[in-house]
């Protein structure tokens, strides 16, 4: 039912900052119970969830790497966005977004998911 979509650029150059947008349709992100994550998957490694914002705004970041991540939302364009800041080699990935309701924190269990993007981080 509902899709997700990610953009972004796929190149970023080392110490700069990562920014990427997932765009929803067919559902809203403000729906009640509904949390909007981003999770990666470095190259030959498993996924790693990086964060999430709730339907409420709330936000909460993987302890790794909260120092470095935020992510906001637009909801008049129903999309929410993942910026990484001073990034390095090690964050090459393919980047997804999806969509967790209730909370679960099982990124297993996540329902809905975007294709992926793949960002590299080189000079």
């Known amino acids: 039912q509902v899709r997700l979509q990610e953009s972004g650029p796929g190149l970023v150059k080392p110490s700069q900052t990562l920014s990427l947008t997932c765009t929803v349709s067919?559902?809203?992100?403000?729906?009640?119970?509904?949390?909007w994550n981003w999770i990666r998957q470095p190259p030959g490694k498993g996924l790693e969830w990086i964060g999430y914002?709730?339907?409420?705004?709330?936000?909460y970041y993987s302890p790794s790497l909260k120092s470095r991540t935020s992510i906001s939302r637009d909801t008049s364009k129903n999309q929410f966005t993942l910026q990484l800041s001073s990034v390095t080699p090690e964050d090459t990935a393919v980047y997804y977004c999806?969509?967790?309701?209730?909370?679960?924190?099982?990124?297993?269990?996540?329902?809905?998911w975007g294709q992926g993007t793949q960002v590299t981080v080189s000079s």
């Open positions: 914002i709730a339907y409420n705004g709330d936000t």
């Open positions: 999806a969509r967790d309701i209730g909370s679960t924190g099982w990124v297993a269990h996540f329902g809905s």
């Open positions: 067919g559902g809203s992100i403000i729906t009640s119970y509904y949390y």
